[in-house]
């Protein structure tokens, strides 16, 4: 009666022998090792892009990817602050205008000045708000306030500003940048060399020099009401926290990862330091001081 089994049972009985006789998967060979370590040369960073270069001239002395466009994040408002300390430079008045904090600006998102719509500040003491909190909605409120003086095409007063930004940064001769909005929460666009020429720009600019340099600021605003209180601004920047260091600029977003523009002094040597997608906060300090390090010694006596 199981006669027609049998051919099946055979079959099933045969299936661990043909399968014990299989051949295995081919294995791909390993990649040959890479060269040894070197003694010398600049260190490992996670950074994607950096460059650093003579804070005295504006010399580009080393550079890694130093040339590819990379999100630049906070970085941006370097520019910003500069043009508007050019308008300043011109016209000494100018930071002592009084801006009316507008509802678009107070509804910009990410890092803040924790300003309110309806807010007086003035010019002088929002800069502090754009350089040391990092503030996004400082870069609106200066956008909207400094457009509609300024020559560039647009559609509303941010856009003509972010016109004159693009403007300035092809006077300096960045030529790998691209300027979008006035804060970085888009997708503003700069080389780390296009970084050190503008720092070396701004920070020719003693009250720039200032702004960035300071870890802490107090100042009082007036709100819609008529009333007074204080704020309170700290700087993103902890490099200010070890004696040498003298700003920058922060700047982080998912896209851009971890940046900072910075400025150093060893002695007499002084440097200046741009880091681009570095991996975390923490290692954007890690990757700067580590390149610090390496150039002051390299660049002694130079």
Not at 115 to 120: F, I, P, R, S
Not at 127 to 145: C, I, Q, R
Not at 158 to 185: C, I, S, W
């Amino acid at each position: 009666m199981l006669r027609w089994f049998q051919p099946f049972a055979l079959l099933i009985l045969a299936l661990p022998f043909a399968f014990s006789h299989a051949q295995p998967p081919e294995e791909k060979a390993l990649p040959a090792k890479a060269a040894a370590e070197k003694l010398d040369g600049p260190p490992i960073v996670s950074a994607k892009a950096w460059a650093i270069a003579d804070g005295k001239t504006g010399k580009l002395l080393w550079e890694s990817k130093g040339a590819e466009p990379l999100a630049i994040a906070s970085t941006t408002k370097i520019m910003t602050a500069y043009i508007v300390l050019t308008l300043a430079a011109e016209d000494a008045k100018v930071l002592d205008e009084v801006m009316t904090f507008s509802d678009r600006a107070d509804k910009t998102t990410g890092s803040t000045s924790d300003l309110k719509v309806g807010d007086k500040v003035t010019v002088r003491d929002l800069l502090f708000g754009l350089l040391l909190p990092s503030g996004n909605d400082a870069a609106t409120a200066f956008a909207e306030h400094f457009g509609g003086r300024l020559k560039g095409e647009g559609k509303d007063d941010v856009a003509r500003f972010v016109a004159e930004m693009n403007r300035a940064a092809k006077a300096l001769k960045m030529q790998e940048t691209k300027y979008l909005d006035p804060h970085g929460l888009g997708n503003n666009t700069a080389s780390a060399r296009d970084l050190l020429t503008l720092a070396f720009a701004a920070l020719k600019n003693p009250t720039f020099a200032k702004y960035v340099s300071t870890r802490r600021h107090k100042c009082s605003v007036t709100d819609a009401d008529g009333k007074k209180r204080d704020v309170t601004w700290n700087n993103t920047n902890r490099l200010l926290e070890i004696e040498g260091y003298e700003g920058v600029k922060t700047g982080t977003t998912a896209a851009a990862g971890a940046c900072l523009v910075s400025s150093g002094k060893y002695a007499s040597d002084h440097l200046l330091v741009v880091v681009l997608g570095s991996t975390s906060g923490d290692g954007r300090y890690v990757d700067t001081r580590n390149l610090y390090r390496w150039a002051w010694t390299e660049h002694k006596g130079k």
